[in-house]
């Protein structure tokens, strides 16, 4: 099975599991019955939690505050784990890029790509309302957009607003 940052199928688990016999020790045997939950509540997991955050200032040139992968639990940033790339597009708008592939729990290169993006703004205190549009953009699925809008719905610099994707 391919590991992360691709996300796990019910399949890739294997058949559901059957009990040999009874358990008899439930602090040493596990029971198919968990087992069989568990692997169902992971791959669904796998599908709908973020695997990134991270926090930017969208203004020229964008500024990265802060990130977090779960593909990289060490919080590594060099190498295959550099910061991603971000970039000014025009007033109030941004590109947040991750380098792909990347290696995997075996060292095997796996393709980043997002499906869904979701972003906020980050103000204290948070007093101010804005709108922040997220979306992974098609032809480049490991290339976030980032938008940010004031209360008049006019596009708008130098604002720190988080991004989560997966």
């Known amino acids: 099975?391919?590991?992360?940052?691709?996300?796990?199928?019910?399949?890739?688990?294997?058949?559901?599991?059957?009990?040999?016999?009874?358990?008899?020790?439930?602090?040493?045997?596990?029971?198919?019955?968990?087992?069989?939950?568990?692997?169902?509540?992971?791959?669904?997991?796998?599908?709908?939690?973020?695997?990134?955050?991270?926090?930017?200032?969208?203004?020229?040139?964008?500024?990265?505050?802060?990130?977090?992968?779960?593909?990289?639990?060490?919080?590594?940033?060099?190498?295959?784990?550099?910061?991603?790339?971000?970039?000014y597009v025009s007033t109030g708008r941004g590109t947040i890029q991750y380098p792909t592939p990347i290696p995997d729990q075996n060292g095997d290169n796996q393709t980043i790509a997002f499906s869904w993006a979701f972003g906020w703004y980050s103000a204290d205190p948070p007093t101010t309302v804005k709108l922040v549009q997220a979306e992974p953009i098609a032809s480049t699925p490991a290339l976030i957009t980032v938008c940010v809008f004031d209360a008049a719905n006019a596009l708008e610099d130098g604002n720190d607003v988080w991004v989560m994707a997966g």
Not at 8 to 35: C, E, H, I, K, Y
Not at 69 to 82: C, K, L, R
């Open 1 to 87: 099975m391919s590991g992360f940052p691709l996300r796990p199928s019910l399949g890739q688990f294997g058949p559901d599991m059957a009990n040999l016999a009874p358990v008899r020790n439930p602090s040493t045997d596990l029971d198919a019955a968990n087992w069989n939950l568990l692997k169902h509540q992971v791959a669904g997991l796998g599908l709908v939690v973020p695997r990134i955050l991270v926090k930017v200032t969208v203004t020229n040139p964008m500024v990265l505050i802060s990130r977090s992968e779960a593909w990289n639990p060490t919080g590594a940033s060099t190498g295959d784990f550099a910061d991603p790339t971000l970039a």
